[in-house]
């Protein structure tokens, strides 16, 4: 017996990226099919899976990962490449990071995650589609770092953890895909 690839009705609900683009659409499609990726997973589930922690004692669960990448957004766009101030969402005074911290994981919970992530991801295709490619600026222990290296950096960081989303849905009820 096989398990479906995807919740809804076994489409797959993403868009290829797009094979002869220029190198930013290729780079912005790329990007845009691993938060893609990321929403399929977590398609259909309610608050309770989404807090799932399948593999114990890692605080890794698809909610922790949706948080944990609405904080990658901030920093690397808004914080980073536009220089503003804001702090992570996600983040303790001590310097603790509690993206993966939610012990009463409620239907509002997830909805306020998820309304964080694509308000920062709406940001930052605003700001990547503008930015030249070549623009480099300082990132801290990274050093400098292009606009083209970020984006690269952003589809690596989902890939990586789709493939955590990947193990964790498959270990709530079956479903699986690439």
């Known amino acids: 017996m ?3 690839m995807f919740a809804s009705a076994g489409l797959d609900p ?82 603790h990071d509690t993206d993966f911290e939610h012990p009463e994981a409620t239907e509002a919970l997830v909805r306020r995650s998820w309304k964080a992530w694509r308000k920062e991801t709406a940001f930052s295709d605003a700001a990547l589609v503008q930015e030249p490619l070549e623009l480099c600026v300082g990132v801290g222990g990274h050093g400098e770092v292009s606009v083209r290296w970020i984006i690269t950096h952003l589809i690596e960081e989902y890939s990586r953890h789709n493939g955590h989303a990947d193990l964790l849905r498959e270990c709530i009820d079956g479903v699986v895909g690439e």
């Open 14 to 95: 993403r868009v290829n990226p797009p094979a002869c683009g220029s190198e930013r659409d290729t780079l912005l499609g790329f990007l845009a099919y691993q938060r893609q990726t990321l929403e399929a997973k977590c398609a259909g589930l309610d608050h309770a899976a989404m807090a799932t922690r399948a593999v114990p004692p890692s605080t890794l669960s698809l909610l922790g990962l949706v948080r944990h990448l609405t904080d990658v957004e901030r920093f690397w766009v808004r914080s980073n490449l536009l220089g503003q101030p804001d702090p992570p969402l996600y983040w303790h005074e001590d310097g």
């Open 2 to 4: 096989s398990t479906p």
